[in-house]
C-alpha cells in the first residue's frame, strides 16, 4: 500500500491553505492572548494568529475522504475522522471562545471533560458496530508477552486514554513548533507500526496526518507565523491516542509519546506540591517553561524535546513489531 502520495498531496495542500489562513485570521483578529502568568518573553507572541489547527485537520479531513475512495481498509480510516472531527470541534469551540468572545477561560474544566468523556465512548460505540474493537480488550504490556484482560472495563480505559492524551499535548503547544514536531514524530512511528500489522487503513490516515503537520509545521516553527491553537492540539492528542488503542499497542504511547506525557506530569506534580507544601518543583510548568525560566532559549528546548521524541519513538517502534 502506498502511503507516500497521501502525505504528499496533504503536504500540499496545508502548506497552500496555511498562507490563504493567516491574513483572514488576521482581518477577523483571531489573534493569541497570551496568559500573563506565563514567562514575560511570551508576551511579544500576543496578537499572532491562532486557531491554524483548522489548516492541518481541514487537510487531513479532505484527503482522507480522497482516499476512501481507492482504499479498502476503509472503516478505519473513517473511524479516525470522527475522532478527529470530535476532538477538533471541542477545541474550535474553546478557541473560538477565548479569541472572539474574548474569555480567556474557554470552556471550563468540566465542559470540556463531558464533551471528550463523549466523543470517547462514541469512538467505543462505534468501533464496536464495525468491529473494530472486538477482540482487542487486552492491554499489551511492553517487554513482555503478557496482557491485561480489561474486558468491560476497557470502555473506562479508552475514555482516560484518550481525553488524557489530548489535554496531554494540548499542555505541551507552549512553544513554537513544538507539539507540532512531537506529533510528526508520534503519527511517524505508529505508521510504521501500522504497516508492520498490515493495518493499511491506519496507516494511511497515520500518513496524512504526518504530510498535513509538516506542511503547517513550515508556518508553526521558530519564529511561529500561525498557533494550531486548541483546535489542533486537542485533536492531535486524542487522534494519537485511538491510533494506540486500534493497533493494540496502547501503553506503546508511554514511549512514543513520553515527552506528552512527562509534559503532563509535571504540570500535576507543581500542582500537588504547591497545595501540600506550599513549594513549587519546577520554576514553571509545563516542563518546557522550566527550561526557559532556566535560561534555555526557546528553539533549544524544541530540538533537545524533539531528539528526546525521536530517540523513545523508536523504542516505541521496536516495541510495537516485536
Not at 76 to 92: A, D, E, H, K, S
Request: proline share 3%.
Amino acid at each position: 500500500m502506498q502511503t507516500f502520495p497521501y502525505a504528499l498531496a496533504a503536504f500540499i495542500l496545508t502548506a497552500i491553505l496555511v498562507p490563504l489562513f493567516i491574513p483572514l485570521l488576521k482581518r477577523m483578529k483571531f489573534g493569541q492572548s497570551i496568559r500573563t502568568e506565563g514567562p514575560q518573553s511570551h508576551m511579544k507572541k500576543s496578537g499572532t494568529p491562532t486557531m491554524g489547527g483548522l489548516t492541518f485537520l481541514i487537510s487531513t479531513l479532505v484527503i482522507s475522504l480522497i482516499a476512501l475512495l481507492f482504499v479498502e481498509d476503509r472503516g478505519p480510516i473513517m473511524l479516525l475522522m470522527l475522532v478527529t472531527l470530535g476532538f477538533g470541534l471541542i477545541g474550535f469551540v474553546d478557541d473560538y471562545i477565548i479569541v472572539v468572545k474574548k474569555n480567556n477561560q474557554g470552556l471550563t474544566s468540566r465542559q470540556k471533560f463531558l464533551f471528550q468523556i463523549l466523543i470517547a465512548v462514541l469512538f467505543y460505540i462505534v468501533s464496536k458496530s464495525l468491529g473494530l474493537l472486538a477482540l482487542n480488550t487486552t492491554i499489551n504490556l511492553p517487554f513482555t508477552d503478557m496482557g491485561i484482560p480489561l474486558g468491560l472495563f476497557y470502555i473506562v480505559f479508552i475514555v482516560f486514554w484518550q481525553v488524557g492524551f489530548s489535554n496531554a499535548v494540548n499542555l505541551t503547544d507552549g512553544l513554537d513548533g513544538l507539539a507540532t514536531g512531537l506529533s510528526i514524530i508520534a503519527f511517524s512511528c505508529y505508521a510504521v507500526i501500522a504497516m508492520y500489522q498490515q493495518a493499511f487503513g491506519i496507516g494511511v490516515f497515520t500518513m496524512i496526518l504526518v504530510g498535513s503537520l509538516c506542511g503547517f509545521l513550515i508556518y508553526n516553527k521558530y519564529k511561529a507565523k500561525l498557533f494550531m491553537g486548541d483546535t489542533g492540539s486537542l485533536a492531535l492528542g486524542g487522534v494519537i491516542a485511538t491510533v494506540s488503542i486500534m493497533l493494540n499497542q496502547e501503553l506503546t504511547l508511554l514511549f512514543i509519546g513520553l515527552v506528552f506525557v512527562l509534559e503532563t506530569l509535571s504540570v500535576m506534580l507543581q500542582v500537588t506540591s504547591f497545595k501540600l507544601t506550599g513549594k513549587r518543583i519546577f520554576r514553571m510548568s509545563p516542563l518546557h517553561h522550566h527550561f526557559e525560566l532556566g535560561g534555555w532559549s526557546e528553539w533549544k528546548i524544541v530540538i533537545v524535546f524533539w531528539l528526546a521524541g525521536l530517540i523513545t519513538g523508536a523504542v516505541g517502534i521496536y516495541l510495537g513489531v516485536n
